[in-house]
Antibody
């Protein structure tokens, strides 16, 4: 069974930085595609970033240049380093495993961690 | 980035069939990208409902089905039940391999 547990969410001022973590169990983060997806209060889902098993990374235009996705194979954790945070980055951030066998569908999700950016 | 458009809401009585359209463009759905559908119950994380256009993961009732044609897809819920009241999202990839979600549809069971 795949388990993903996010942590690191907090209340932070605009312009600040924060690092989210996604601890995985039941899978190897280095052998899977892993994504971050966010959901602003009362809004829909927004894809944020993905790291492929080979290490290539992709970002949404809204976070390009400010956020960095990475992973620690020894700890089996995926990170999202968020810099120059803006009020509009306020959201619940979900970590998800993107399953290549399921044609890159996100088949496992964490419970989410809340990031609140104040002005 | 490109957007997948869904109606904000659909509703139906218990037992009825409802459909949720997801409209994209030639740069995402129309380019051959697969469509996935997610269900998000209130206060919970999204759950994969349909992948690769029309395949149900193990454990998903066969009341849920989906299809794809051209630049759009459609999710159907047959025999609507109270527990189906949730938000539903379609998802695909654009030509730059960036994931895109639909705008989301709230299903209300009358």
């Amino acid at each position: 069974e795949v388990q993903l547990v996010e942590s690191g969410g907090a209340l932070i001022q605009s312009g600040g930085s924060l690092r989210l973590s996604c601890a995985a169990a039941g899978i190897s983060v280095s052998m899977n595609y892993m994504s971050w997806v966010r959901q602003a209060p009362g809004k829909g889902l927004e894809w944020v970033s993905m790291i492929f098993s080979g290490g290539r990374t992709y970002y949404a235009d809204s976070v390009q240049g400010r956020f960095v996705i990475s992973r620690d194979e020894s700890k089996n954790i995926v990170y999202l380093q968020m810099n120059s945070l803006r009020v509009e980055d306020t959201a619940v951030y979900y970590c998800a495993r993107v399953n290549r066998i399921a044609v890159a569908a996100a088949d496992s999700w964490g419970q989410g961690t809340l990031v609140t950016v104040s002005s | 980035q490109s957007v997948l458009t869904q109606p904000p809401s659909v509703s139906g009585a218990p037992g009825q069939r409802v459909t949720i359209p997801c409209t994209g463009s030639s740069s995402n759905i129309g380019s051959g990208s697969y469509i996935h559908w997610y269900q998000q119950l209130p206060g919970t994380a999204p759950k994969l409902l349909i992948y690769a256009n029309n395949i149900r993961p193990s454990g998903v009732p066969d009341r849920f089905s989906a299809s794809k044609s051209g630049t759009s897809s459609s999710l159907a819920i047959s025999g609507l039940q109270a527990e189906d009241e949730a938000n539903y999202y379609c998802q695909s990839y654009d030509s730059s391999l960036r994931a895109i979600f639909g705008t989301g549809t709230k299903v209300t069971v009358l």
